[in-house]
């Protein structure tokens, strides 16, 4: 028989994402109306090895739907990543009689699930809170659409600029592993060329792409690079088409960390209040160590080492998308 959870921790861990906040909120007062005390953790898995761990109540996550980031703050922890910064987690959650546990993070935050369940036998449910969607089995990732957006709204107002001088913008949007902002925001803004690390990019294509399109005297082009491209990011990517176009007036923008912040959507809001949900759901019914997720509008529930080990793939079609309404 599964062990009855009474007490369950929540923590963020990674990088923050938009709608985390909504998720937390899901987790809190769902545990609570199933009667369990639920503690927050502070600043991930630095927060288990601190001992930053308190009660948490409905009021706690009053008016927090609306904000981005995280109130539970997050961190990066190496001293979690060794044994005995995991039997000091381990003791800290025991003191406080936590008996479950909500990961709101990415791969990275999932692995560290995984190796701590499995040595101290503490029920995990890991939640995809990240804004790259580079995991496999969900559909879609708590921060995803808000970055998506963010992006889209910064391309459009860049496009009046290329617009008004006839120019080729370069803009380098986050993704280090993943090129699904780069792609989605793309697509949404007419892009006529989206690098991204899952394709090798052609450097050689490409220039011939600008110089066929200058012929036509097609000078306004827009060029979105994920920034772990394999070529590089976007000034990497403006240094070669300015060796081999020099007559060609190139601009770079780089959107960083703008495509985190900002309240999250009605579509994050409402995905992580029911991964939140259903996280709290899982741990009552006895169904632990896995990875909540949606996948056609239906919860999805696959064990955590299968979220580990899988990736998201950006299937051909997208890219003969992207092919065809660029030319």
């Given at each position: 028989?599964?062990?009855?959870?009474?007490k369950?921790?929540?923590?963020?861990?990674?990088?923050?994402?938009?709608?985390?906040?909504?998720?937390?909120?899901?987790?809190?007062?769902?545990?609570?109306?199933?009667?369990?005390?639920?503690?927050?953790?502070?600043?991930?898995?630095?927060?288990?090895?601190?001992?930053?761990?308190?009660?948490?109540?409905?009021?706690?996550?009053?008016?927090?739907?609306?904000?981005?980031?995280?109130?539970?703050?997050?961190?990066?922890?190496?001293?979690?990543f060794?044994?005995?910064?995991?039997?000091?987690?381990?003791?800290?959650?025991k003191?406080?009689?936590?008996?479950?546990?909500?990961?709101?993070g990415g791969?990275?935050?999932?692995?560290?699930?995984?190796?701590?369940?499995?040595?101290?036998?503490?029920?995990?449910?890991?939640?995809?809170?990240?804004?790259?969607?580079?995991?496999?089995?969900?559909?879609?990732?708590?921060?995803?659409?808000?970055?998506?957006?963010?992006?889209?709204?910064?391309?459009?107002?860049?496009?009046?600029?290329?617009?008004?001088?006839?120019?080729?913008?370069?803009?380098?949007?986050?993704?280090?592993d993943?090129?699904?902002?780069?792609?989605?925001?793309?697509?949404?803004?007419?892009?006529?060329?989206?690098?991204?690390?899952?394709r090798?990019?052609?450097?050689?294509?490409?220039i011939?792409?600008?110089?066929?399109?200058?012929?036509?005297?097609?000078?306004?082009?827009?060029?979105?690079?994920?920034?772990?491209?394999?070529?590089?990011g976007?000034?990497?990517?403006?240094?070669?088409?300015?060796?081999?176009?020099?007559?060609?007036?190139?601009?770079?923008?780089?959107?960083?960390?703008?495509q985190?912040?900002?309240?999250?959507?009605?579509?994050?809001?409402?995905?992580?209040?029911?991964m939140?949900?259903?996280?709290v759901e899982?741990?009552?019914?006895?169904?632990?160590?896995?990875?909540?997720?949606?996948?056609?509008?239906?919860m999805?529930?696959?064990?955590?080492?299968?979220?580990?080990?899988?990736?998201?793939?950006?299937?051909?079609?997208?890219?003969?998308?992207?092919?065809?309404?660029?030319?």
């Open positions: 028989m599964k062990k009855k959870v009474t369950i921790g929540v923590l963020t861990s990674g990088g923050d994402s938009p709608g985390m906040n909504a998720c937390v909120r899901a987790v809190v007062r769902t545990g609570i109306y199933h009667g369990l005390d639920v503690f927050g953790i502070m600043r991930g898995y630095s927060g288990m090895v601190e001992n930053d761990i308190f009660k948490m109540e409905s009021r706690s996550v009053a008016n927090i739907i609306q904000r981005g980031g995280t109130i539970l703050k997050t961190s990066r922890c190496k001293e979690f060794t044994p005995e910064g995991r039997k000091k987690a381990y003791e800290n959650l003191n406080h009689g936590i008996d479950g546990l909500v990961i709101i791969d990275g935050s999932f692995r560290g699930a995984q190796t701590f369940s499995n040595e101290f036998d503490i029920p995990c449910i890991g939640l995809p809170g990240t804004i790259d969607k580079d995991i496999a089995g969900t559909d879609f990732t708590i921060g995803f659409d808000t970055a998506v957006n963010t992006a889209v709204e910064a391309i459009d107002k860049i496009r009046d600029t290329m617009d008004a001088h006839d120019r080729l913008f370069i803009i380098e949007v986050m993704g280090r993943a090129g699904y902002i780069a792609l989605h925001s793309g697509i949404a803004t007419g892009a006529e060329n989206i690098l991204i690390p899952e090798k990019t052609n450097i050689d294509d490409l011939n792409q600008l110089a066929e399109k200058e012929r036509r005297k097609k000078l306004v082009n827009l060029i979105v690079v994920a920034e772990g491209d394999e070529f590089g976007g000034n990497e990517v403006a240094k070669a088409i300015k060796a081999r176009m020099p007559q060609t007036e190139a601009r770079v923008c780089i959107l960083g960390h703008i985190r912040g900002g309240s999250p959507s009605c579509f994050d809001r409402l995905i992580a209040s029911r939140g949900y259903a996280a899982c741990l009552l019914d006895g169904r632990h160590n896995v990875f909540v997720g949606i996948i056609n509008n239906r999805s529930y696959i064990p955590i080492n299968d979220a580990v080990k899988k990736k998201q793939r950006i299937s051909e079609e997208w890219m003969k998308i992207v092919k065809i309404l660029a030319s």
